[in-house]
Nanobody, 117 residues
């Protein structure tokens, strides 16, 4: 069974940093495009950052220069380094994997990030 397990969320003060991790079982991340999404209460889920299996990255404008997505194929893990956090970054963050080979598309369970003023 495929499972994406997230960790690293928590409470941090404005201006602080967190690193989110998402480790996969049942799939190999080297065959997938990977991304981080977030959804705050009453809002649509939005793409925050993504990285293709070839290493090309994209970010939503609001996090450019502050967040970095990366992956470690040996650890089968994707990361989101979040610096200079702002209260508006408060959300549930989800990792996502989309197969480059077949129809597979998977989500993590979400991890809460709360940024205090």
């Amino acid at each position: 069974q495929v499972q994406l397990v997230e960790s690293g969320g928590g409470l941090v003060q404005s201006g602080g940093s967190l690193r989110l991790s998402c480790a996969a079982s049942g799939i190999l991340f080297n065959l997938y495009d990977l991304g981080w999404y977030r959804q705050a209460p009453g809002k649509q889920r939005e793409l925050v950052a993504r990285i293709s299996n070839s290493g090309i990255t994209n970010y939503v404008d609001s996090v450019k220069g502050r967040f970095t997505i990366s992956r470690d194929f040996a650890q089968n893990t994707v990361y989101l380094q979040m610096n200079s956090l702002k209260p508006e970054d408060t959300s549930v963050y989800y990792c996502n994997a989309v197969s480059r080979v077949g129809p597979g598309r998977y989500w993590g369970q979400g991890t809460q990030v709360t940024v205090s003023s």
